[in-house]
């Protein structure tokens, strides 16, 4: 783990970015506290506040409209995903 001032980051913002791909780059504040820097990969999901609200009224909608899978009695949870997944 490599700590560094806010001062320290702000000057070398390139060198501790590129640290963070392999190293836990924590930076600290006297004012603000402390943060952590992280690299956001290709695999992680970003949303925001109004499209996770949109989707989560779309899956509500789609419940009360009868638009669900249900688990058969006794499936995997494996099975169960890839029967989803395969009825599209």
């Given at each position: 783990?490599v700590v560094v ?60 409209a009868g638009k ?21």
């Amino acid at each position: 783990m490599v700590v560094v001032s806010s001062r320290e980051f702000r000057a070398n913002q390139r060198k501790y970015f590129d640290l963070a791909r392999v190293n836990d780059v924590v930076i600290v504040s006297r004012s603000h506290g402390s943060y952590r820097l992280v690299p956001i990969k290709e695999q992680d999901t970003l949303i925001d506040q109004a499209t996770l609200d949109a989707k989560i009224r779309q899956g509500i909608a789609d419940y009360e409209a009868g638009k669900v899978h249900r688990m058969h009695e006794n499936e995997s949870s494996e099975a169960f995903l890839e029967r989803m997944i395969s009825e599209g």
